[in-house]
């Protein structure tokens, strides 16, 4: 047997292992990509909605998902933006002007990576058209921020750091008038504008009749004290 007829039945035995082999490389590559393209896709779709679940489940399977060589723009892309997101301003002079800024970088890191994971899987984005190419209804952002700014005043509110002011608000007028003279007169005791009057009571069987005077010593009938 030749070294040509070796080969050509070397050849015919692994061709169908080749062929598998191939086949299989072709499959992982497929799915592969199929994974990082819907991670890709969810956050295109959510860029509008960065606090939404998907948004957050999708930024944080990237390392998982963009392992090959080429992908390393992606994966400083991604840590740049994350480092950011840590950075939230949380006090300090002009911290709504520093929080406006913060919210301008948030939105250009974004487009950033989502550029560099474009670039990855084929496509072509233009940071500005990632920008503002995604629609959102304006009701969605005012909820969001509203809930994020209700989550934020209760967390404030129940650890001491907040407090919460309560307003009596009376039915009418009449009650308005009363709740006032009430409070006056209050107020008129406690700084000594007005006298607290004393009224002695005779007790059960004793001498009856008006007020009587006691002196300091507690001079005077005995009896029972009733102020008014």
Known sequence: ?????????????????LAVFAQRQVELWRERRGRTLAVFKTLMATRGRSLSPEHVQALNVIEL???????????TAWRVYRDHLYSYPRDGEDLEGRVTRWHELTQ??????LGKMGDSLGYRFDPVQIKKGAYSPE???????EMHLLRRAILLWLTGQQTVSVSVVPEDE????????????????LDGKRPIRVELSPDQGGESGGARDADASGAGSPGNLRHS
């Open 1 to 17: 047997m030749t070294l040509n007829d070796g080969l050509l039945i070397a050849a015919v035995v692994a061709a169908p292992f």
């Open 65 to 75: 998902e963009f392992v090959r060589k080429s992908d390393e723009p992606v994966l």
């Open 108 to 113: 250009d890191l974004l487009a950033s990576l």
């Open 139 to 145: 009701a969605h952002a005012v909820a969001e921020t």
């Open 174 to 189: 009449e009650a308005a008038a009363r709740g006032k003279k009430f409070l006056d007169g209050i107020l008129e005791l």
